[in-house]
């Protein structure tokens, strides 16, 4: 039936895929497409999914071509892929389709990137405050995954986890545990639709934090 649907593949990853999943995880669920084949297969892929867990996932669809570039390029994506996903019963791993990606070579040039998107925050903030929420919920995401790509160059291993701006093992965290909590929240209020926290924080301090430390890694990286 899934072959008929142009499904080549149903992988589970993010913390599920990781083992550590808490009540704040989705369910992050892969579904590699035959291309072209577009998404009409998701109630198939619900149905799939259920069958194995518990909770509705949040469906990620790719082709095969944008997949294979992926690995070909080395990707961080397709490490994350390589290394903490798994496939639902009856379809193949992504390393069996894949094997393994080609080396990350976009360490540095991923860090700036992302660092100027969290430069751009709090200019956003003043011309638009009703966008608060959302502009500390993006200034979450730059964070985490900053400190994601530079563990690729920092530490042993890619540290692909929610919590990898507090795990990197040569600078500290540029704000408490805490704040960091906090801009989790308003990312997931922002993309889930849960009530907003309140953000009882001092938000410029925390940007300005933010950006220097990823300036500073941006020189360790460098």
Known sequence: MTSNQGIQSIAIFGSFGRGNADAFSDLDVLVLCRDGAGTQ???????????????????????????THFFTTGDLFAWHLYRESFPLVGFPSLVELFGEPAPYLNCMTDIQ????????????????PQNLVYEMGLAYVCLRNIAMTASSALSERVDFGR????????VEPPISLNEYKLLAQCRHASTRGTS??????????????????????ERMVL
């Not at 198939?44 to 095969?64: C, M, T």
């Not at 990137?113 to 638009?128: F, H, K, M, P, R």
């Open 41 to 67: 297969s998701e109630t198939i892929v619900r149905s799939l999914v259920a069958q194995e867990f518990r909770q509705p996932p949040s469906i990620s669809w790719y082709g095969n071509a944008k997949m």
């Open 113 to 128: 990137g992302l660092a100027e998107i969290l430069s751009t925050v709090e200019e956003e903030i003043n011309s638009s």
């Open 163 to 170: 919590f990898s701006p507090f795990n990197l093992p040569v």
């Open 196 to 217: 907003p926290p309140e953000l009882d924080i001092d938000v410029t301090r925390v940007l300005h934090n933010s950006l220097s430390w990823a300036r500073s890694i």
